[in-house]
């Protein structure tokens, strides 16, 4: 990839921190509506979307200082064992703006380097290199994005049979 490339990846990825701007606008019960009993509410969806874009602004950063490092992951104990149903949405989304703008801020000053030799590793043995780790972080968003619009339309049409409803 080019420095172009790479520079319009990064705009793309500073611009999905506002994908969940709209959240902040909801009324607590569409925040915490689960549509089934093993689904995440829209705010453990974002609390989830802030650990993963802190974790991923420390994991890349060692992919740059010491490639081939391996960095910790987490799984789903997390949304229980942090409570994030009972997070603050809005400390959530303005996190996820700050990482964003500050990794941004980084990756611009080193859009011309070769991001192909920065690597992180995990555990088991898999891991990204730079170009692959923002990719993973954009279509991130977008897994959840998805998630968050199904809620909001199951929670619309549970209001519509006289369940949940706004």
């Not at 453990?44 to 490639?67: K, L, T």
């Not at 990204?128 to 998805?146: K, P, S, W, Y």
């Amino acid at each position: 990839m080019t420095a172009a490339d790479n520079l319009s990846r990064i705009e793309e990825f500073v611009a999905l921190g506002a994908a969940f701007d709209d959240t902040l606008l909801l009324p607590e019960e569409v925040v915490l509506y689960r549509p089934f009993a093993d689904a995440w509410s829209i705010v453990e969806q974002v609390m989830h979307c802030a650990d993963f874009d802190i974790a991923n602004f420390h994991r890349y950063r060692w992919g740059i200082v010491s490639p081939g490092t391996t960095v910790l992951s987490f799984d789903s104990l997390w949304t229980a064992r942090l409570d994030y149903q009972h997070g603050d949405l809005a400390l959530a989304v303005g996190a996820i703006k700050a990482v964003r703008t500050l990794m941004a801020d980084h990756l611009r000053r080193i859009a011309a380097d070769d991001w192909g030799r920065y690597r992180y590793l995990f555990p088991d043995g898999s891991g990204f290199t730079l170009h692959e780790g923002l990719d993973h972080f954009i279509r991130h968003v977008a897994f959840h994005r998805e998630l968050i619009d199904r809620n909001l339309r199951l929670f619309d049409e549970a209001a519509r049979k006289g369940g949940p409803g706004r």
